[in-house]
């Protein structure tokens, strides 16, 4: 069986979507580009030629990962414009946008009116309001390492509707089997179901997996 990880940084993992960095050899799996808030500099033109020219790219199945983060040393008005010049190219191309959000949820909901596409805020751990908040809006969240232990979590996943629920390893090493054994268990559901729900949540997303 093949577990399809929604976004992940090692190049070496072929089914799923690997995180492009800037100026990096396109792969020939499926991958994401965008600006994350980390690297934004003065002048972002660069960036965006880079960005416009390999998003274009068939492998290329969302921008992101792109958003808000509220710990980082980053003029926030300017990590706003960074982020919604990257929705207006996710509308444009009419590819789904993985968000990088960390304290800035109540920022990040307005943005969703802008996006004509599919938001999924990949890994969430966050508390139950925010996560009950961002369904409301419509966003689907991506889920990673931290269900394995954070009881919390695993509470807000067993109610979380699976048409809006994607797993993935983010930078953490370990073995995505085992989280799609947790949210299995959790959700009352085989591996086998399991994993024939997030493939429709994929093809919902016109991500060939
Ligand atoms: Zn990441």
């Known amino acids: 069986m093949n577990f399809f990880n929604f976004h992940h940084h090692n190049p070496e993992i072929k089914f799923g979507i690997y995180n492009l960095k800037f100026g990096e050899r396109i ?32 492998n290329c199945v969302a921008i992101g990962e792109c958003g808000l983060d509220g710990l980082i040393d980053v003029d926030e008005k300017l990590q706003e414009e960074v982020f919604e010049k990257q929705i207006f190219l996710a509308n444009d191309i009419q590819k789904p946008i ?8 109540s920022q990040l909901i307005p943005f969703k009116k ?45 109610d979380f509707p699976m048409e809006k629920l994607f797993l993935e390893t983010d930078s953490a090493d370990f073995d995505i089997q085992d ?23 994929l093809q919902f997303l016109q991500i060939p997996a």
């Open 98 to 105: 993985i968000i990088h959000c960390v304290k800035r949820f």
């Open 27 to 58: 792969p020939n799996t499926l991958f994401s580009a965008g600006i994350h808030p980390d690297s934004i500099v003065e002048n972002m033109d660069e960036y965006f030629l880079w960005l416009k020219e390999v998003s274009g790219n068939k």
């Open 179 to 201: 989280l799609y054994q947790k949210v299995a268990e959790l959700k009352n559901l085989s591996l086998e179901e399991l994993t024939q729900k997030i493939k429709k949540n």
């Open 114 to 158: 802008k996006s004509k596409v599919p938001m999924i805020v990949h890994g969430f751990n966050k508390r139950k309001t925010i996560g009950d908040d961002l369904l409301k809006h419509d966003f689907y969240l991506s889920f990673g390492k931290s269900v394995l232990h954070n009881v919390n979590l695993q509470d807000l996943v067993k």
